[in-house]
């Protein structure tokens, strides 16, 4: 049977194929376009998924939608409803009840309602199954959709390595519901708990993210990076806003919150009455002195070293607050499920610091889906079609993350060919790729390192990658300031061999194939006699975001970490994603000389050729 | 002629753009001798005389006269951006007055009126102007490249070049009278800069200066072929057209972004067997002659497909730049390489700069735009140039220039600030390799 | 003009037919929205249905990068 899955709409389009219970590929839309986040219809990553397959869309025997796009709209009316009725009162509320009867002018309607019913009818969202008909001229009798939590359970369990386990699926919000707690077991997921919009743990993340000057579902990383630097100074006044349940749901206040009609701003004044002027987006960021620029006076670097420290603290403070969110629903899951196994989706489920602590203090085996985000709901829709609507026996789980767009070496060679580069140089074997690009990384160089299939999900995971020297002190401010233009506070994160791992971080390293460590989505603790020896990755508060790297997960990368660690004794490497900010990750090998082209990295590795960045003109 | 200058109703005008718009009245008016008052709102008199003592500001009359020229400084305000003075100027505009509104340029254009026949410059002073729509701006088709037409800011001649000068008569010029001719795009045409505050006209004054106060018989015309949308070969195809006979002593290419930015969403096979780089949007005038709308060209809608490498695209620039060089030279004058500045280079910037920037950028040439630093960057590290061509590299001297000034007003195009800077780039690269070093005796011939 | 027309007539149908299955569904909100505020609703979506998908090149005629 054959079943594609597709997202797109709202965030993060992507497609998913599943054959016979097998993901035979799997790819984001952005990829394809560069347009990041790129929520339009997918029709390259479909295309990417049929090649991949080898079969043409009318050998597919069904098409899953992630969502139910007119229960998410009867969402957005009832929420307009809601605020309308909140802001009006008296007359003027039985106006906003009058509104409802009868608008026969636009401006009638509520702004946001307005905007939104433009917006639906202009890309035709209300009929996600008459578009994607539409688009690829197929009927619509094969065409499905399931429920946006949905997708995201079956995104966690289906492929995840368990036969039962708990789990818990965390977002913004789908149509109604912003956390679910299911049981999954065989090839059946039974549904525990649900909570429903307004209370949503990413939606409460995402506000506090704005609110430090950075941009919703693109910065919630930045706020974790941020968040080490700081001390959870407001933790008091930021878990006041929480209330957890017995039951494991929990209610955030609203009072601070516009989750309802976010029209501009996700917070309200009574926030900004709480926490203060929020911070402006790019300001200066410094931990210490010597972070900022000489000619600085000392009046302006005492300025932007109190301000760099009172938001690092705000952020310590919703990072450790939404910790325990997941912590307290994590715990539910498990207890109603009556196991440790558990499994993650949602976009929230990137919350590697988190996961972290819920594999380390929390003793639990867990398991994320890699793209927890909406683009994993394409491999979700599709799984939970081929379970519950079709009945098939459980599927594979996941056997590896690298279900992305294959390295071709004509690609390679064409791109070479039109790159304007000259220095470029073609090994014949893996051995002498590997033991040529350790001695590069050894004497300083940062690499472009793509090989094999693309990674699915967020992390670069040795397929799609920017490589360097962890142990040198200086390489992190090199790579930022010549490749990631990044903010200062964001860390750079480790690939390191599995059987090395337990020397470098604290945390039980003899994991699982398809544990979070091996999809760097939790962050461990450096040990403290390793923290000088791999400064580059270390974060402020001693903490990385480790990638656990086999010989049977990635050969290649493995021995190329094993090829370093003979130069410079240490199998780790600084592995950060294959991009220049703002941009989505490198693909195909054009993609991967354009920003080659402009960026500071020495050498461009493309499957077994090496391409040096000295240029004559 | 009374010309009366309005100032706007919003308060919130930046000082710095009020004054380019109070030196764009008194140039376009400066030759008509006019009778020049400057007023403003009652409720902003107090505000706007603090601000200006030396204007002797009055109240907006009550009733203006027919015979009367109002200019209406525009307002630009953070957010909303730029808005003319409507009401003074529908007032002026029904008593029978001239009405005329100041861009934050200094570039002035007719409100709510059409252009008059004064102002249109040169619609008729060649048979490719005649067939060409009497339109104050645009390009228009030239057999050789294009002309590009661009009215309110001051003389242009009929090829659309701010050249006042005879070029016939510059060609034969005493042996002690330096030519510099200086080529490039919009940015070298001083788009946002009048005509006595374009870099060329301030690089004159510089090399005269330096002259007189060391005794050096010499005299220095600098002449503006910048034309908006050149790259490379058409700087060439100019100085073909125009500057073989006038052998200019010294030419400067200052140039790099439209070659930078086009060549990345041109004709692959354009790039990679010829070398060329042209601006895209030529294919729309094949189309056009043609009636060829229905075959595809190159980019076939909004958002642009980069297809071309920057690298690739670098080799391309590096080469038409150094044949043009070459042609420079075997024409008897020094070739200055000049990279011009770009705003992502800029890392520090007011915030009255970054205003401009987010409201004058075109989100459509972002995905170009954003390779351009880096480009350059590989450029100045990698171009080997001999000892005779001299690298300006403005760009770099650009980006951390004052940052508490008013220097881009957008992505390329420098306010006269930005200009001054450039002057005085060219103006130390002439005199340190051409002056000091005598190159102008041997050139003396 | 008769494009208009046509495209209003389309449209009318449309919300109606998403009326229809909202009921069905049982989204109440969506359903009594696009009901009650049809006239409105109609108005929103010919604005929304008449913008162009793609944006054309700018004329050579207008054009340049600097």
């Known amino acids: ?617 | 002629m009374k010309v009366s200058a309005v100032f706007p109703w919003e308060p919130s005008t930046p000082v710095e753009i009020l004054r380019q718009e109070i030196e764009g009245v008194r140039t376009h008016f400066a030759e008509a001798n006019a009778n020049l008052a400057f007023v403003a709102p009652e409720a902003r008199l107090a505000t706007f005389r603090t601000l200006f003592p030396e204007l002797n500001i009055a109240a907006v009359p009550r009733k203006f006269a027919a015979d009367e020229h109002v200019v209406l400084l525009e307002s630009y305000h953070e957010m909303e951006g730029y808005s003319a003075h409507w009401q003074s100027g529908d007032r002026a505009s029904q008593a029978g007055a001239t009405v005329s509104s100041i861009k934050f340029s200094g570039r002035m254009v007719p409100y709510k009126r059409p252009w008059s026949s004064n102002e249109l410059q040169n619609m008729d002073a060649s048979v490719f102007n005649q067939l060409s729509p009497r339109e104050p701006w645009g390009f228009y088709y030239f057999p050789f490249g294009y002309l590009f037409r661009f009215l309110g800011m001051g003389p242009i001649n009929s090829f659309g070049c701010r050249i006042t000068h005879s070029i016939r008569d510059l060609a034969r010029r005493d042996k002690d009278h330096k030519v510099v001719a200086c080529f490039g795009g919009s940015a070298g045409w001083s788009m946002f800069c009048l005509h006595h505050q374009m870099y060329t006209e301030l690089l004159q004054q510089h090399l005269n200066a330096y002259c007189k106060e060391r005794n050096l018989e010499l005299q220095f015309t600098v002449l503006n072929l910048g034309q908006h949308g050149h790259v490379v070969m058409n700087e060439m195809l100019t100085y073909m057209n125009f500057c073989w006979d006038l052998k200019p002593d010294i030419v400067v290419a200052h140039d790099g972004y439209n070659d930078a930015m086009y060549g990345q969403i041109c004709d692959p096979r354009m790039l990679d067997g010829l070398d060329m780089i042209y601006q895209e949007n030529l294919e729309g005038w094949s189309q056009i002659l043609h009636q060829t709308a229905d075959t595809p060209r190159t980019q076939h809608s909004l958002p642009y497909r980069l297809v071309n490498q920057p690298v690739r695209v670098l080799k391309s620039y590096a080469k038409r730049k150094r044949q043009f060089a070459q042609i420079v030279r075997s024409n008897g004058g020094m070739f200055i390489w000049g990279l011009q500045p770009v705003a992502s280079s800029r890392k520090k910037r007011s915030p009255l700069e970054a205003g401009l920037l987010r409201h004058n950028r075109n989100p459509d040439h972002a995905p170009m735009a954003a390779n351009v630093e880096g480009m350059f960057r590989i450029l100045r590290q990698s171009l080997k140039l001999d000892d005779d061509t001299p690298f300006v590299d403005c760009d770099a001297a650009m980006s951390t220039y004052r940052p508490d000034r008013l220097i881009l007003g957008d992505e390329v195009h420098l306010m006269p600030e930005g200009d001054v800077l450039l002057a005085r780039l060219y103006a130390d690269a002439i005199v340190s390799a051409y002056i000091e070093k005598g190159r102008w005796r041997e050139a003396s011939q | ?66």
Not at chain 1, 480 to 504: C, G, H, I, W
Request: with cysteine.
């Open chain 1, 1 to 617: 049977m054959k079943v594609l899955g597709l997202s797109f709409g709202f965030h993060d389009s992507a497609a998913a194929l599943l054959i016979d219970g097998r993901i035979v590929a799997a790819g984001q839309e952005e990829r394809f376009t560069r347009i990041k986040h790129d929520a339009g219809f997918p029709h390259r990553a479909i295309e990417f998924c049929l090649r991949q397959a080898g079969i043409s869309i009318t050998e597919v025997d069904r098409i899953v939608y992630y969502e139910n796009a007119l229960k998410k709209f009867d969402r957005i009316v009832w929420a307009s409803t809601v605020r309308e009725l909140q802001k009006s009162t008296g007359g003027l509320r039985d106006r906003a009840l009058a509104l409802w009867n009868a608008a026969t002018k636009p401006d009638d309607v509520p702004p946001y309602l307005k905007s939104v019913t433009h917006s639906w009818f202009k890309l035709n969202k209300f009929d996600a199954v008459g578009k994607i008909s539409d688009e690829l001229a197929v009927s619509r009798k094969i065409v499905a959709y399931v429920d946006h939590h949905d997708s995201h359970l079956a995104a966690a369990f289906y492929t995840s390595p368990f036969y039962q386990a708990a789990i818990v699926t965390m977002d913004g919000v789908g149509e109604y519901e912003t956390a679910v707690i299911a049981v999954g077991r065989g090839s059946e997921i039974e549904r525990k708990l649900a909570i429903n919009l307004p209370h949503s743990i990413g939606l409460f993340y995402s506000a506090f993210t704005a609110f430090l000057g950075f941009e919703v579902n693109e910065g919630e990383y930045k706020v974790m990076g941020m968040a080490a630097f700081g001390q959870p100074k407001y933790y008091d006044e930021v878990r006041r806003l929480i209330t957890l349940r017995d039951d494991g749901g929990f209610e955030i206040e609203q009072s601070c919150f516009e989750f309802l009609t976010p029209f501009d701003l996700p917070y309200t004044k009574e926030f900004l009455r709480r926490f203060g002027e929020p911070r402006e987006p790019e300001a200066e960021f410094a931990a210490q002195r010597s972070d900022l620029p000489e000619d600085l006076t000392d009046m302006e670097a005492a300025r932007v070293l109190s301000s760099s420290r009172h938001y690092a603290d705000l952020a310590a403070s919703v990072q450790l607050c939404t910790e325990e969110l997941v912590l307290h629903l994590v715990a539910k899951a498990s207890a109603i499920a009556g196991t440790r196994n558990v499994c993650l989706a949602g976009g929230v489920a990137l919350n590697s610091l988190a996961n972290g602590r819920l594999i380390r203090e929390g003793g639990y085996n867990l398991f994320v889906h890699p793209a927890a985000g909406d683009a994993g709901n394409a491999i979700g829709a599709a799984a939970s079609y081929y379970h519950r609507a079709a009945k098939q026996p459980r599927m594979q789980g996941l056997a590896s993350p690298y279900l992305g767009s294959p390295l071709d070496t004509a690609e390679v060679e064409a791109a070479v060919a039109t790159s304007g580069f000259d220095a470029v140089r073609t090994y014949s074997s893996n051995e002498a790729l590997v033991d040529h690009v350790a001695g590069l990384l050894a004497d300083g160089a940062v690499i472009g390192w793509v090989q094999g299939q693309a990674e699915w999900g967020p992390r670069a995971l040795g397929a799609r990658s920017i490589l360097a020297d962890p142990t040198n002190p200086a390489m992190k401010r090199i790579v930022n300031e010549r490749v990631k233009f990044r903010e200062l506070f964001r860390p750079f994160a480790p690939a390191v061999t599995a059987e090395a791992a337990s020397q470098y971080f604290d945390f039980k390293t003899n994991v699982t194939a398809g544990a979070p460590e091996y999809y760097m989505l939790a962050v461990h603790p450096v040990r403290a006699e390793m923290k000088g020896v791999v400064p580059a990755i270390t974060h402020a508060d001693g903490s990385a975001r480790v990638q656990i790297v086999t010989a049977a997960s990635n050969p290649t990368f493995h021995g190329l970490l094993r090829a370093f660690e003979r130069r410079k004794g240490v199998p780790i490497l600084m592995n950060t994603s294959f991009n220049l900010r703002g941009e989505p990750m490198v693909d195909s090998p054009r993609d991967a000389i354009r920003t080659f082209s402009i960026s500071g990295i020495d050498y461009l590795v493309l499957g077994q050729t090496v391409v040096s960045s000295r240029v004559e003109l």
């Open chain 3, 1 to 66: 003009m008769a494009d208009d027309a046509r495209l209003r007539r389309d449209l009318q149908g449309e919300v109606d037919r998403l009326v229809a299955e909202c009921k069905a569904s049982g989204l109440d909100n969506a359903a009594r929205y696009l009901a009650d505020n049809r006239t409105a609703v109609v108005e929103i979506a010919i604005k929304a249905r008449s913008e162009p998908k793609t944006r054309d090149l700018p004329s050579p005629f207008v054009y340049s990068m600097q």
